[in-house]
C-alpha cells in the first residue's frame, strides 16, 4: 500500500513539473518512486524517526516554497527547478538529521535562544568527573572556556547508581547528583543539558565519545579506559588526575621543606608524611618523630602512574 501512495505522488509530481503528455512525466515518476523507496528504507533504519521525519517535511515545505516562487519567475526552468527544490532540499535536510538529529527537536532552539553566545570548545562530562566533584571548582576558576554538557544519559547513569543497594554506591551517585545541581545553580557557569542520546550504541563512554566526535567537544574525565579510548578515535580529553598532578608543587633535591610525620613507614627508622595536595613523603630517620612537625632535607622524587612520591631525610 505504502508503495502504490509512493507511485501516486510520483505521478503527480512528474505531471506538475513536466506535464502529463511529455515521455519524461514517466522518466520523472519513476525517480520520485524510487526516492521513496529509499526514504522508507532509511526510516525504518533510522535510530530517531521522529527528528527524520521533521527534518524531511521541512525539506520538502520549504522545498515547495522555493519551488513555487521561482518557477512562477522562470517558468522556462521548471523542470530544472523542480529537480532542485523538490529533490535536493528534502535530501540536504534527511542527510543532516542523520548526522545531527537534535537540530530538528523543539527543545534543542528554545535553548539555543535562552542561551547567550559563548566563547571556547564544548566540553562534555563523564559520569567520573562529576561525582569527583572538583570540576566545581576548576569551572569556579574560569579556567575552562566554553559551555559544560552534561548529556541526559549520564544523568540517567548517576540516577542508578543512587538507586543502587549498594550503600558506597548509592552514595556517590547522590553526591554527583548534588554535583550537578551546584554547577547549575551557579551563574557564572554555562551548563548544558542535552537530550541528544544513541540507542542503537551501548554504553555510556562509547555514547560519550559518539557525541564528542558529533559536537566537535572535548570529554572531562577520570576513567583511564575512556581516557585511553577517546583519544584513539581522535577526540581531545582533558583528565582531572593528569591537572592535578601537573598542579603539584615542584621540589628539587637539596631542597628544605616542612612536613608533618604522620606514621611510620616500612623501612626501618622511616616515617610518613603527605603534603596537602596527598603527594606522600618518605622520610629516613624520622620514625621517632611521629606526631611531630619537622624540617627535612629532600633527596628525590619519584613520578609514577599513581603521581608523585618525595624522599627525604631528617638530619637531627
Not at 151 to 156: D, E, R, S
Not at 279 to 287: F, G, I, K, P, S
Amino acid at each position: 500500500m505504502i508503495y502504490l501512495l509512493y507511485a501516486l505522488i510520483s505521478w503527480a509530481a512528474a505531471y506538475l513539473i513536466r506535464g502529463r503528455q511529455d515521455w519524461i512525466t514517466l522518466v520523472n515518476g519513476i525517480g520520485v518512486f524510487l526516492a521513496g523507496v529509499c526514504l522508507d528504507f532509511i526510516l525504518k533504519r533510522a535510530s530517531r524517526r521522529r527528528e527524520t521525519l521533521s527534518a524531511l517535511f521541512l525539506g520538502i515545505l520549504i522545498g515547495w516554497l522555493f519551488f513555487a516562487i521561482y518557477s512562477a519567475l522562470f517558468p522556462q526552468f521548471k523542470l530544472y527547478l523542480g529537480v532542485l527544490f523538490l529533490l535536493l532540499l528534502p535530501i540536504s535536510f534527511l542527510s543532516l538529521s542523520l548526522k545531527k538529529p537534535e537540530l530538528f527537536t523543539p527543545i534543542y532552539w528554545i535553548q539555543s535562544l535562552k542561551q547567550t553566545p559563548t566563547v571556547g570548545t564544548k566540553k562534555i562530562l563523564d559520569t567520573s568527573v562529576i561525582i569527583d566533584g572538583r570540576i566545581v571548582d576548576i569551572a569556579a576558576t574560569g579556567f575552562l572556556e566554553g559551555p559544560l554538557v552534561i548529556p541526559k544519559f549520564v544523568l540517567g547513569e548517576l540516577q542508578k547508581i543512587a538507586d543502587s543497594s549498594d550503600p558506597l554506591k548509592r552514595q556517590r551517585g547522590r553526591r554527583g547528583l548534588d554535583i550537578v545541581e551546584r554547577l547549575k545553580n551557579d551563574r557564572e557557569i554555562q551548563i548544558i543539558i542535552s537530550d541528544t542520546d544513541f540507542p542503537d550504541i551501548k554504553g555510556v563512554d562509547q555514547k560519550l565519545v559518539e557525541l564528542a566526535r558529533r559536537s566537535n567537544a572535548k570529554i572531562i574525565t577520570n576513567d583511564f579506559n575512556l581516557n585511553k579510548m577517546a583519544k584513539i578515535q581522535g577526540i581531545k580529553v582533558l583528565n582531572i588526575n593528569e591537572l592535578a598532578n601537573a598542579l603539584k608543587p615542584v621540589v628539587l633535591p637539596g631542597e628544605k621543606m616542612k612536613v608533618f610525620i604522620l606514621k611510620e613507614g616500612k623501612e626501618r627508622d622511616q616515617g610518613v608524611a603527605y603534603l596537602d595536595d596527598g603527594t606522600m613523603v618518605v622520610v629516613d630517620n624520622a620514625r621517632k618523630m611521629i606526631g611531630k612537625t619537622i624540617e627535612i632535607t629532600v633527596t628525590s622524587v619519584l613520578q609514577t602512574t599513581a603521581g608523585k612520591m618525595i624522599f627525604g631525610r631528617y638530619d637531627e
